[in-house]
């Protein structure tokens, strides 16, 4: 057991074990989709055992998204506080992808969010804080480009986001071409090069 992992409770380590199943099926199957019964089946307890440690599937939904992606909004906030220069801001989509990779299911969640039903009660709470990220992004690069409009700026930020997610949704498809895999550290290096030379020449364009 990781070092980490010891120090948690029984009851965080059960907390967590329900985390990682829901989280991973609500990617596969949509909040609608998914049932406590799957959730308690996937992590090894008892249905009524998930009110131990959340209120019902909503409280289980919103602590999933908030493990993924307050880190993602805390380090988005403390770079952009903190940003001096071009290399400043071209790194940050290199900090989203190892933020993500470690919750690669959130991908997956963001882009049903965006392409569903709006009034569903799943995609509501993550576009809830997908508008956050956005904000945070516009906002940064307002400060960077003073000469933009905001369309162009949007679609830098939207343009940034699909790169940085369409890559941990492309696991599939690097594996099929390539035989390899994308959390490789090679890889990866490789990725975010790549990712630096693509928003340095979004943003001195």
Do not use: C
């Not at 992992?5 to 099926?25: C, H, I, P, V």
């Not at 090894?44 to 493990?67: D, M, W």
């Amino acid at each position: 057991m990781p070092e980490q992992a010891r120090k948690l409770t029984k009851g965080q380590r059960t907390a967590s074990r329900l985390m990682d199943a829901a989280e991973e099926l609500f990617a596969r199957q949509g909040y609608e989709g998914t049932s406590l019964r799957q959730i308690a089946a996937a992590a090894t307890i008892r249905e009524p055992g998930i009110y131990n440690h959340f209120s019902g599937k909503q409280g289980l939904y919103e602590a999933v998204l908030h493990r993924a992606l307050a880190p993602m909004a805390s380090a988005m906030t403390e770079r952009l506080d903190q940003a001096e220069g071009l290399r400043d801001y071209t790194d940050l989509p290199s900090v989203m992808t190892d933020l993500l990779l470690a919750h690669p299911q959130m991908a997956a969640l963001f882009h049903q969010a965006l392409q569903s039903d709006s009034d569903s009660v799943g995609n509501r709470l993550v576009l809830r804080w997908l508008d956050e990220l956005f904000r945070q992004g516009m906002l940064s690069m307002e400060d960077l480009r003073a000469d933009g409009d905001r369309e162009t700026l949007a679609l830098n930020v939207i343009a940034m986001f699909n790169i940085v997610t369409g890559y941990v949704l492309s696991q599939q498809a690097f594996a099929s071409m390539t035989g390899g895999d994308i959390r490789h550290p090679a890889t990866l290096d490789k990725q975010k090069r790549l990712l630096r030379r693509v928003i340095r020449a979004m943003l001195i364009s």
